[in-house]
């Protein structure tokens, strides 16, 4: 959900972006990003001008990220899976299971932004979590996913609550006696390093970044380091990688949700050594013939579910599975005022580029506001 002061609020729903014919008032959404930010927090996002966090909203656990624009203050507020996930409850292929049950190495997850990473990683760790008795850290910005523990032992660390930094939560967690280590994001090269060097001393550590495909993930990694450093964090990674996932996902209209598409770079000596000397082109080539060491292409990958039968579609029965945590009552949001008669009214959004051929997303005004909106889409 997008709003915006002075604009009707905005929902990306089954891919296309709809919206409302109800304007949000300036004041009101002030009003809200004071409240769900904090007095505590609030002069570092008028520094900053935005603010991440995740809070429970009347049972939904939501991602939201408030910012400064040049109406006011906006949000964009997105919604997560309010059940545990599983491999199987997000129709992930069931090789991936195999990876988390390494003791020690490096996972990579990777994709685009809103690609659905955070929840394939939280599917690895509950994986861990049902099957074995292990320490799990993890390191996120925010708090996304609220793990309960059943044989493993979990301790979630928010970034800028419980810890300063990734980097101070990485040397914290090696004092912490962890099995599996998860950290939320590498973008900065001094987390990089702190991962591999994490991975490097007996644990298992989980981490996302953004890129496209695993070739591309492995190489952002190399190239944030100096020319000089690169040879020996090439070598760092091809010793310590377990494995490469990149992730996008597809809506299947037949089946009403979204479904990841993953391509899978395995470890191998080929790998490897493909990693310490640079040659990342070869890599292509060694997943596109590496199926018997577990590795899948997009395009197999794609094949292997227009081929799969038994789909797991969420419920709403499944909703009493989620740990709800710092539970708020949402504030209601008042319309903007209305206008003046003498005002001329606003054309209501066209859709993206009159013309435009079907693969552009269309943004048509649905009657009827807000509340009906989301009643038509239950």
């Known amino acids: 959900?997008?709003?915006?002061?002075?604009?009707?609020?905005?929902?990306?729903?089954?891919?296309?972006?709809?919206?409302?014919?109800?304007?949000?008032?300036?004041?009101?959404?002030?009003?809200?990003?004071?409240?769900?930010?904090?007095?505590?927090?609030?002069?570092?996002?008028?520094?900053?001008?935005?603010?991440?966090?995740?809070?429970?909203?009347?049972?939904?656990?939501?991602?939201?990220?408030?910012?400064?624009?040049?109406?006011?203050?906006g949000f964009a507020i997105r919604l997560l899976a309010s059940f545990q996930a599983t491999v199987e409850k997000l129709n992930?292929?069931?090789?991936?299971?195999?990876?988390?049950?390494?003791?020690?190495?490096?996972?990579?997850?990777?994709?685009?932004?809103?690609?659905?990473?955070?929840?394939?990683?939280?599917?690895?760790?509950?994986?861990?979590?049902?099957?074995e008795a292990r320490h799990i850290v993890t390191i996120e910005s925010p708090?996304?996913?609220?793990?309960?523990?059943?044989?493993?032992?979990?301790?979630?660390?928010?970034?800028?609550r419980d810890t300063p930094s990734f980097e101070q939560g990485l040397l914290d967690a090696l004092r912490e006696d962890p099995d599996v280590l998860m950290v939320g994001e590498m973008r900065e090269p001094e987390t990089m390093r702190l991962t591999l060097n994490a991975s490097e001393t007996g644990h298992l550590v989980l981490t996302t970044t953004h890129s496209s495909n695993c070739v591309e993930a492995l190489q952002r990694i190399v190239s944030a380091?100096?020319?000089?450093?690169?040879?020996a964090?090439?070598?760092?990674?091809?010793?310590?990688?377990?494995?490469v996932i990149a992730q996008r996902l597809r809506y299947r209209p037949e089946l009403k949700i979204r479904v990841p598409e993953c391509e899978i770079l395995v470890s191998t000596h080929a790998v490897k050594n493909f990693i310490r000397t640079g040659d990342f082109f070869k890599v292509i080539s060694a997943i596109e013939t590496g199926a018997e060491h577990g590795m899948w292409t997009f395009q197999r990958y794609q094949t292997w579910i227009e081929n799969k039968k038994n789909w797991h579609i969420p419920s709403d029965s499944e909703s009493a599975e989620a740990e709800p945590a710092e539970v708020i009552a949402a504030p209601r949001l008042p319309a903007a005022a209305p206008r003046q008669a003498s005002e001329a009214p606003k054309p209501a959004p066209r859709p993206v580029g009159e013309g435009a051929s079907s693969g552009r997303i269309e943004i048509e005004p649905e009657e009827g506001g807000l509340g009906e909106l989301l009643k038509k889409l239950e």
């Not at 003791?103 to 990683?121: E, F, R």
């Not at 964090?233 to 310590?240: M, W």
């Open 92 to 131: 992930l292929h069931p090789d991936l299971k195999r990876h988390v049950a390494q003791t020690n190495g490096l996972i990579i997850m990777s994709g685009a932004t809103g690609s659905g990473k955070s929840s394939t990683l939280a599917a690895l760790l509950q994986e861990i979590n049902i099957s």
């Open 233 to 243: 964090v090439r070598a760092q990674l091809a010793d310590c990688m377990v494995a």
């Open 225 to 231: 380091f100096p020319a000089e450093s690169q040879p």
């Open 1 to 73: 959900m997008h709003l915006e002061p002075g604009l009707p609020a905005a929902l990306r729903v089954r891919v296309s972006l709809r919206v409302t014919v109800e304007a949000v008032a300036a004041p009101a959404l002030l009003a809200v990003a004071r409240e769900v930010v904090g007095e505590d927090h609030w002069n570092e996002f008028v520094q900053r001008r935005w603010h991440d966090l995740a809070r429970t909203l009347e049972g939904v656990r939501c991602r939201i990220n408030i910012l400064q624009t040049s109406r006011g203050i």
């Open 143 to 160: 708090i996304e996913y609220v793990f309960r523990p059943k044989l493993s032992y979990i301790r979630q660390r928010e970034v800028g």
